[in-house]
């Protein structure tokens, strides 16, 4: 099916992005012959189509920085590609599927040094303006800690679209895969991710960042839960 043929408001919701297309055509290709593949396809979009045909409609639509690449609308195409494709798929090819998406900005950062005060300073200042963005849209709920140059970056969501969708559609088992390509981002950037709690497995996804060399990871190592998800002690 062609995409604009897709029956949705666009007025207020937008289409996965091409990247995610292609990630998800990629994924059926390994999976299903050539000549089930187009009906597979057309599964995946009716699936997309009628998530968002009583989703809410006040994300912000292509204004919001959100809905790009890997953001919300991606994510719920990747979970339409789940609920489509479930007996094929698995949790680590999810988790790929987020990270092809969402890392390649990151590597073109490699040269960004989350332990020098300068690029903590500005990794700080793009969160910031993200929440400002999230003051905008009132899609996901943030709060910044002031800034602190003997203390790592603090930040915290206490709302979460894409979370909000998985625990409406009963997805929640699939939402360690999208949500661990933070800790994956932050790596390219020699930084680390130190993270307790999620949208999903609690009231808040806590983000605290320091350098990979910062001794205040010693106090939180990393291990992986029960359902999957990297967290910190």
């Not at 009583?54 to 790009?68: A, E, M, V, Y």
């Not at 625990?167 to 950037?189: F, K, Q, W």
Request: hydrophobic share 35%.
């Amino acid at each position: 099916m062609k995409d604009k043929k897709l029956l949705f408001d666009r007025k207020c919701h937008v289409l996965y992005s091409r990247p995610c297309k292609k990630e998800i055509r990629a994924k059926i290709a390994l999976h299903y012959p050539a000549a089930e593949r187009e009906v597979v396809w057309e599964q995946v979009q009716r699936q997309y189509a009628e998530f968002l045909s009583d989703w809410r409609t006040d994300l912000g639509g292509k204004q919001n920085f959100h809905n790009g690449v890997g953001g919300t609308y991606d994510c719920i195409a990747i979970m339409s590609y789940y609920v489509a494709c479930k007996a094929v798929t698995s949790f680590r090819e999810i988790e790929e599927m987020e990270e092809n998406l969402i890392l390649p900005v990151f590597r073109r950062l490699r040269f960004v040094d989350c332990n020098k005060p300068l690029w903590r300073k500005l990794m700080y200042r793009a969160f910031v303006r993200a929440k400002r963005g999230c003051d905008k849209w009132h899609d996901y709920e943030m709060t910044v800690a002031p800034y602190d140059k003997d203390d790592p970056i603090h930040y915290e969501f206490t709302s979460c679209p894409a979370a909000e969708f998985a625990i409406r559609h009963g997805l929640t088992d699939i939402m360690p895969a999208l949500c661990n390509v933070d800790y994956a981002s932050m790596e390219l950037l020699h930084a680390r991710l130190v993270r307790m709690t999620t949208c999903v497995n609690g009231c808040k996804c806590d983000y605290t960042i320091c350098g990979d060399k910062d001794p205040y990871l010693k106090a939180h190592p990393e291990y992986r839960d029960e359902a999957g998800y990297r967290r910190n002690k």
